[in-house]
């Protein structure tokens, strides 16, 4: 069983930068970061490999958005920077699989909200 517990979100400025962080229990698997905005469908926003050697990105994101993982505290963290108010949404955290649907993760976390303000 995989527990996923997300920290860091916050209000933020548009151009401004936050770090999302989870931290996962149990078996460690491919982790990614998707986002769900106000009325909008759950979106892919990035994933990484369990050595962290394959990363992938969604377009919206790609250049200013950074995934990476610690194993040794088996984390994964969410680096954006130049945030754009488009970029509001709730992110929850999945492990599971490798893949951008969110049809192939088990677990999730709860979720953080990201705000940017304009």
């Known amino acids: 069983q995989v527990q996923l517990v997300e920290s860091g979100g916050g209000l933020v400025q548009a151009g401004g930068s936050l770090r999302l962080s989870c931290a996962a229990s149990g078996p460690r698997y491919p982790m990614a970061w998707f986002r769900q905005a106000l009325r909008k469908d759950r979106e892919f926003v990035a994933l990484?490999?369990?050595?962290?050697?394959?990363?992938d990105y969604a377009d919206s994101v790609k250049g200013r958005f950074t995934i990476s993982r610690d194993n040794a505290n088996n984390t994964v963290y969410l680096q954006m920077n130049s945030l754009k108010p488009e970029d509001t949404a709730v992110y929850y955290c999945?492990?599971?699989?490798?893949?951008?649907?969110?049809?192939?993760?088990?677990?999730w976390g709860q979720g953080t909200q990201v705000t940017c303000s304009s």
């Open positions: 999945a492990s599971g699989s490798q893949s951008q649907s969110a049809q192939e993760y088990v677990y």
């Open positions: 990484i490999s369990v050595t962290g050697s394959i990363t």
